[in-house]
């Protein structure tokens, strides 16, 4: 089926590799060295860098409009963050192509409960698994499941289709999910719907904070993996416990942490200490 060009953008502030590699959604595929494809809930999207634009190719622009986050001015976050300190200028600059995706907030439950002790390349396996198993057929491959055929399948098949131990997390979860609104988690604010969500099974600290920045959209929010320790105890060293580094980075980022935290991700990821040392 071929695609019709939607619509072009500029490039600055919007790297397709950026943007779909560094741990935000999984549900995307590297179909050549400047062209993806992209899928969220039952859209699909082809994206490609043509160098002086991004070209994105759908039958569902409005809605990739609204998911690739166009309506923000990066340019004005990264100009403030690359003010806090010349660390977070280096990490801005690096990483200013980076933006905040707005997906699904079902399809991040599962997504990130899946990711729990997890490598990406495993956990788009997974995802890939369950949606062709219990998604509905689209014209570009299987939907990601309704929350009514994550409940209705048995907890066997997640295990047969490689989720381990989060099989029960995930019909726990599908379970509770029949008969709750979404809708409750965002009408709360951060605070509260973080301790919402970890009375969800399969939900921990890191967990909550992913689904609140990707899935709630809540920048106000720090997920903590072993490269954001290293990152502040390489740069930011003030003693605290592993437990209370997010809660540092809420402090010293306000609303723009969940932004500075995917910098500082990407940033560390790619680069290293020795880049960063530089800046030090």
Same mark, same amino acid.
């Given at each position: 089926?071929?695609?019709?060009?939607?619509?072009?953008?500029?490039?600055?502030?919007?790297?397709?590799?950026?943007?779909?590699?560094?741990?935000?959604?999984?549900?995307?595929?590297?179909?050549?060295?400047?062209?993806?494809?992209?899928?969220?809930?039952?859209?699909?999207?082809?994206?490609?860098?043509?160098? #002086?634009?991004?070209?994105?190719?759908?039958? #569902?622009?409005?809605?990739?409009?609204? /998911?690739?986050?166009?309506?923000?001015?990066?340019?004005?976050?990264? +100009?403030?963050?690359? +003010?806090?300190?010349?660390?977070?200028?280096?990490?801005?600059?690096?990483?200013?192509?980076?933006?905040?995706?707005?997906?699904?907030?079902?399809?991040?439950? /599962?997504? /990130?409960?899946?990711?729990?002790?997890?490598?990406?390349?495993?956990?788009?396996?997974?995802?890939?698994?369950?949606?062709?198993?219990?998604?509905?057929?689209?014209?570009?491959?299987?939907?990601?499941?309704?929350?009514?055929?994550?409940?209705?399948?048995?907890?066997?098949?997640?295990?047969?289709?490689?989720?381990?131990?989060? #099989?029960?997390?995930?019909?726990?979860?599908?379970?509770?999910?029949?008969?709750?609104?979404?809708?409750?988690?965002?009408?709360?604010?951060?605070?509260?719907?973080?301790?919402?969500?970890?009375?969800?099974?399969?939900?921990?600290?890191?967990? +909550?904070?992913?689904?609140?920045? /990707?899935?709630?959209?809540?920048?106000?929010?720090?997920?903590?993996?072993?490269?954001?320790?290293?990152?502040?105890?390489?740069?930011?060293?003030?003693?605290?416990?592993?437990?209370?580094?997010?809660?540092?980075?809420?402090?010293?980022?306000?609303?723009?942490?969940?932004?500075?935290?995917?910098?500082?991700?990407?940033?560390?990821?790619?680069?290293?200490?020795?880049?960063?040392?530089?800046?030090?």
């Amino acid at each position: 089926m071929t695609l019709p060009l939607s619509f072009s953008c500029d490039p600055e502030y919007f790297s397709v590799s950026d943007t779909l590699e560094c741990g935000q959604i999984f549900r995307y595929r590297k179909l050549s060295a400047n062209e993806y494809e992209v899928r969220s809930r039952d859209k699909y999207a082809r994206v490609t860098d043509a160098g #002086d634009r991004v070209d994105v190719y759908t039958a #569902d622009g409005e809605y990739f409009r609204n /998911f690739f986050d166009l309506d923000t001015d990066y340019a004005a976050k990264v +100009a403030r963050i690359s +003010a806090i300190s010349p660390v977070m200028k280096q990490a801005a600059e690096y990483g200013k192509g980076i933006r905040i995706l707005r997906q699904d907030l079902s399809e991040m439950i /599962f997504s /990130f409960i899946i990711s729990a002790n997890n490598n990406i390349k495993r956990i788009q396996q997974i995802i890939e698994r369950i949606c062709d198993e219990l998604g509905e057929e689209t014209p570009f491959g299987k939907a990601f499941p309704s929350i009514q055929a994550l409940a209705a399948a048995p907890q066997e098949l997640y295990k047969r289709l490689g989720a381990g131990y989060r #099989d029960k997390y995930i019909v726990d979860t599908a379970c509770r999910l029949l008969d709750y609104d979404l809708d409750v988690l965002t009408g709360m604010d951060s605070a509260h719907a973080r301790k919402e969500l970890l009375t969800f099974s399969g939900v921990g600290p890191k967990v +909550a904070d992913c689904i609140l920045l /990707f899935g709630l959209r809540r920048g106000d929010v720090f997920p903590v993996d072993t490269w954001l320790k290293k990152v502040y105890h390489a740069y930011f060293e003030q003693g605290h416990r592993d437990s209370e580094i997010s809660t540092f980075f809420c402090n010293l980022f306000g609303e723009d942490a969940g932004l500075c935290q995917q910098y500082l991700f990407y940033f560390m990821r790619k680069y290293g200490q020795n880049v960063a040392n530089a800046v030090k």
